[in-house]
Structure formats: structure tokens, C-alpha cells
């Protein structure tokens, strides 16, 4: 089993900066991938960006490209979302995933993932 923990949401205006967190703990998979993904209201859970751990290759959802970064500790077993320019539209609970399969390059797909943290919401003020 994999545990993930998120952090590091919050309020913030747009045009401002978080860095979200994502802690694992029990049985991480070096070889294998790590995402974010968003869930705003009423609307259904969307790919952000993924980072095979390890192989630097990293994907992004086209709206957050030159604005969002994902990046890994592996010394820390920990994930890293940092969030610039923010816009209301970001708004939604962002999830930590994990995905347990060795594939060619991290997946978009949230079906892939096994493993997912309890969420932490980010709120964008216009």
C-alpha cells in the first residue's frame, strides 16, 4: 500500500504563487509515475500534471503549461506541484496520485492511477 498526503492549499488572489506538497509513505515505487489531478465543483476530475520518478519526463495539461511546474524529491519521497500567475479557473481540490504500473511515460488518465491522497483545495480570488 502507498499513503499520500497532500499540502500546501490555500486562498490566494490571482496572479499569486502556491506550492502544493505530496508526501509517500509505505510501498513507493521508484520506477513508476506520480501525478496531480483537479476537481472543481460539479465538474469531473482532470489530469494536471505527472512525472515519472524515474526518468525526468513530465506532462502537463495545455492550461497550465509555463505556469505550473511538477517536480520530485526521491530522497523525501516527495512531490511537488508549484503553481504561478493563478487564475480563478484553478480553483478546485488538487489530488496526489500514484501509479503503480511501469509504463512508457507518465499516464494522463486518472483510471491508471492506484494510489491517491484525501485532497487539498486551492480557492483563486478574481
Known amino acids: 500500500q502507498v499513503q499520500l498526503v497532500e499540502s500546501g492549499g490555500g486562498l490566494v488572489q490571482a496572479g499569486g504563487s502556491l506550492r502544493l506538497s505530496c508526501v509517500a509513505s509505505?510501498?513507493?515505487?521508484?520506477?513508476?509515475?506520480m501525478g496531480w489531478f483537479r476537481q472543481a465543483p460539479g465538474k469531473e476530475r482532470a489530469f494536471v500534471a505527472a512525472?515519472?520518478?524515474?526518468?525526468?519526463?513530465?506532462r502537463y495539461v495545455d492550461s497550465v503549461k509555463g505556469r505550473f511546474t511538477i517536480s520530485r524529491d526521491n530522497a523525501k519521497n516527495t512531490v511537488y506541484l508549484q503553481m504561478n500567475s493563478l487564475k480563478p479557473e484553478d480553483t478546485a481540490v488538487y489530488y496526489c496520485?500514484?501509479?503503480?504500473?511501469?509504463?512508457?511515460?507518465?499516464?494522463?488518465?486518472?483510471?491508471?492511477?492506484?494510489?491517491w491522497g484525501q485532497g487539498t483545495q486551492v480557492t483563486v480570488s478574481s
Open positions: 496520485a500514484a501509479d503503480s504500473q511501469v509504463r512508457f511515460g507518465p499516464s494522463v488518465r486518472h483510471i491508471d492511477y492506484d494510489y
Open positions: 509505505g510501498r513507493t515505487f521508484s520506477s513508476n509515475a
Open positions: 512525472m515519472s520518478w524515474s526518468v525526468t519526463s513530465t
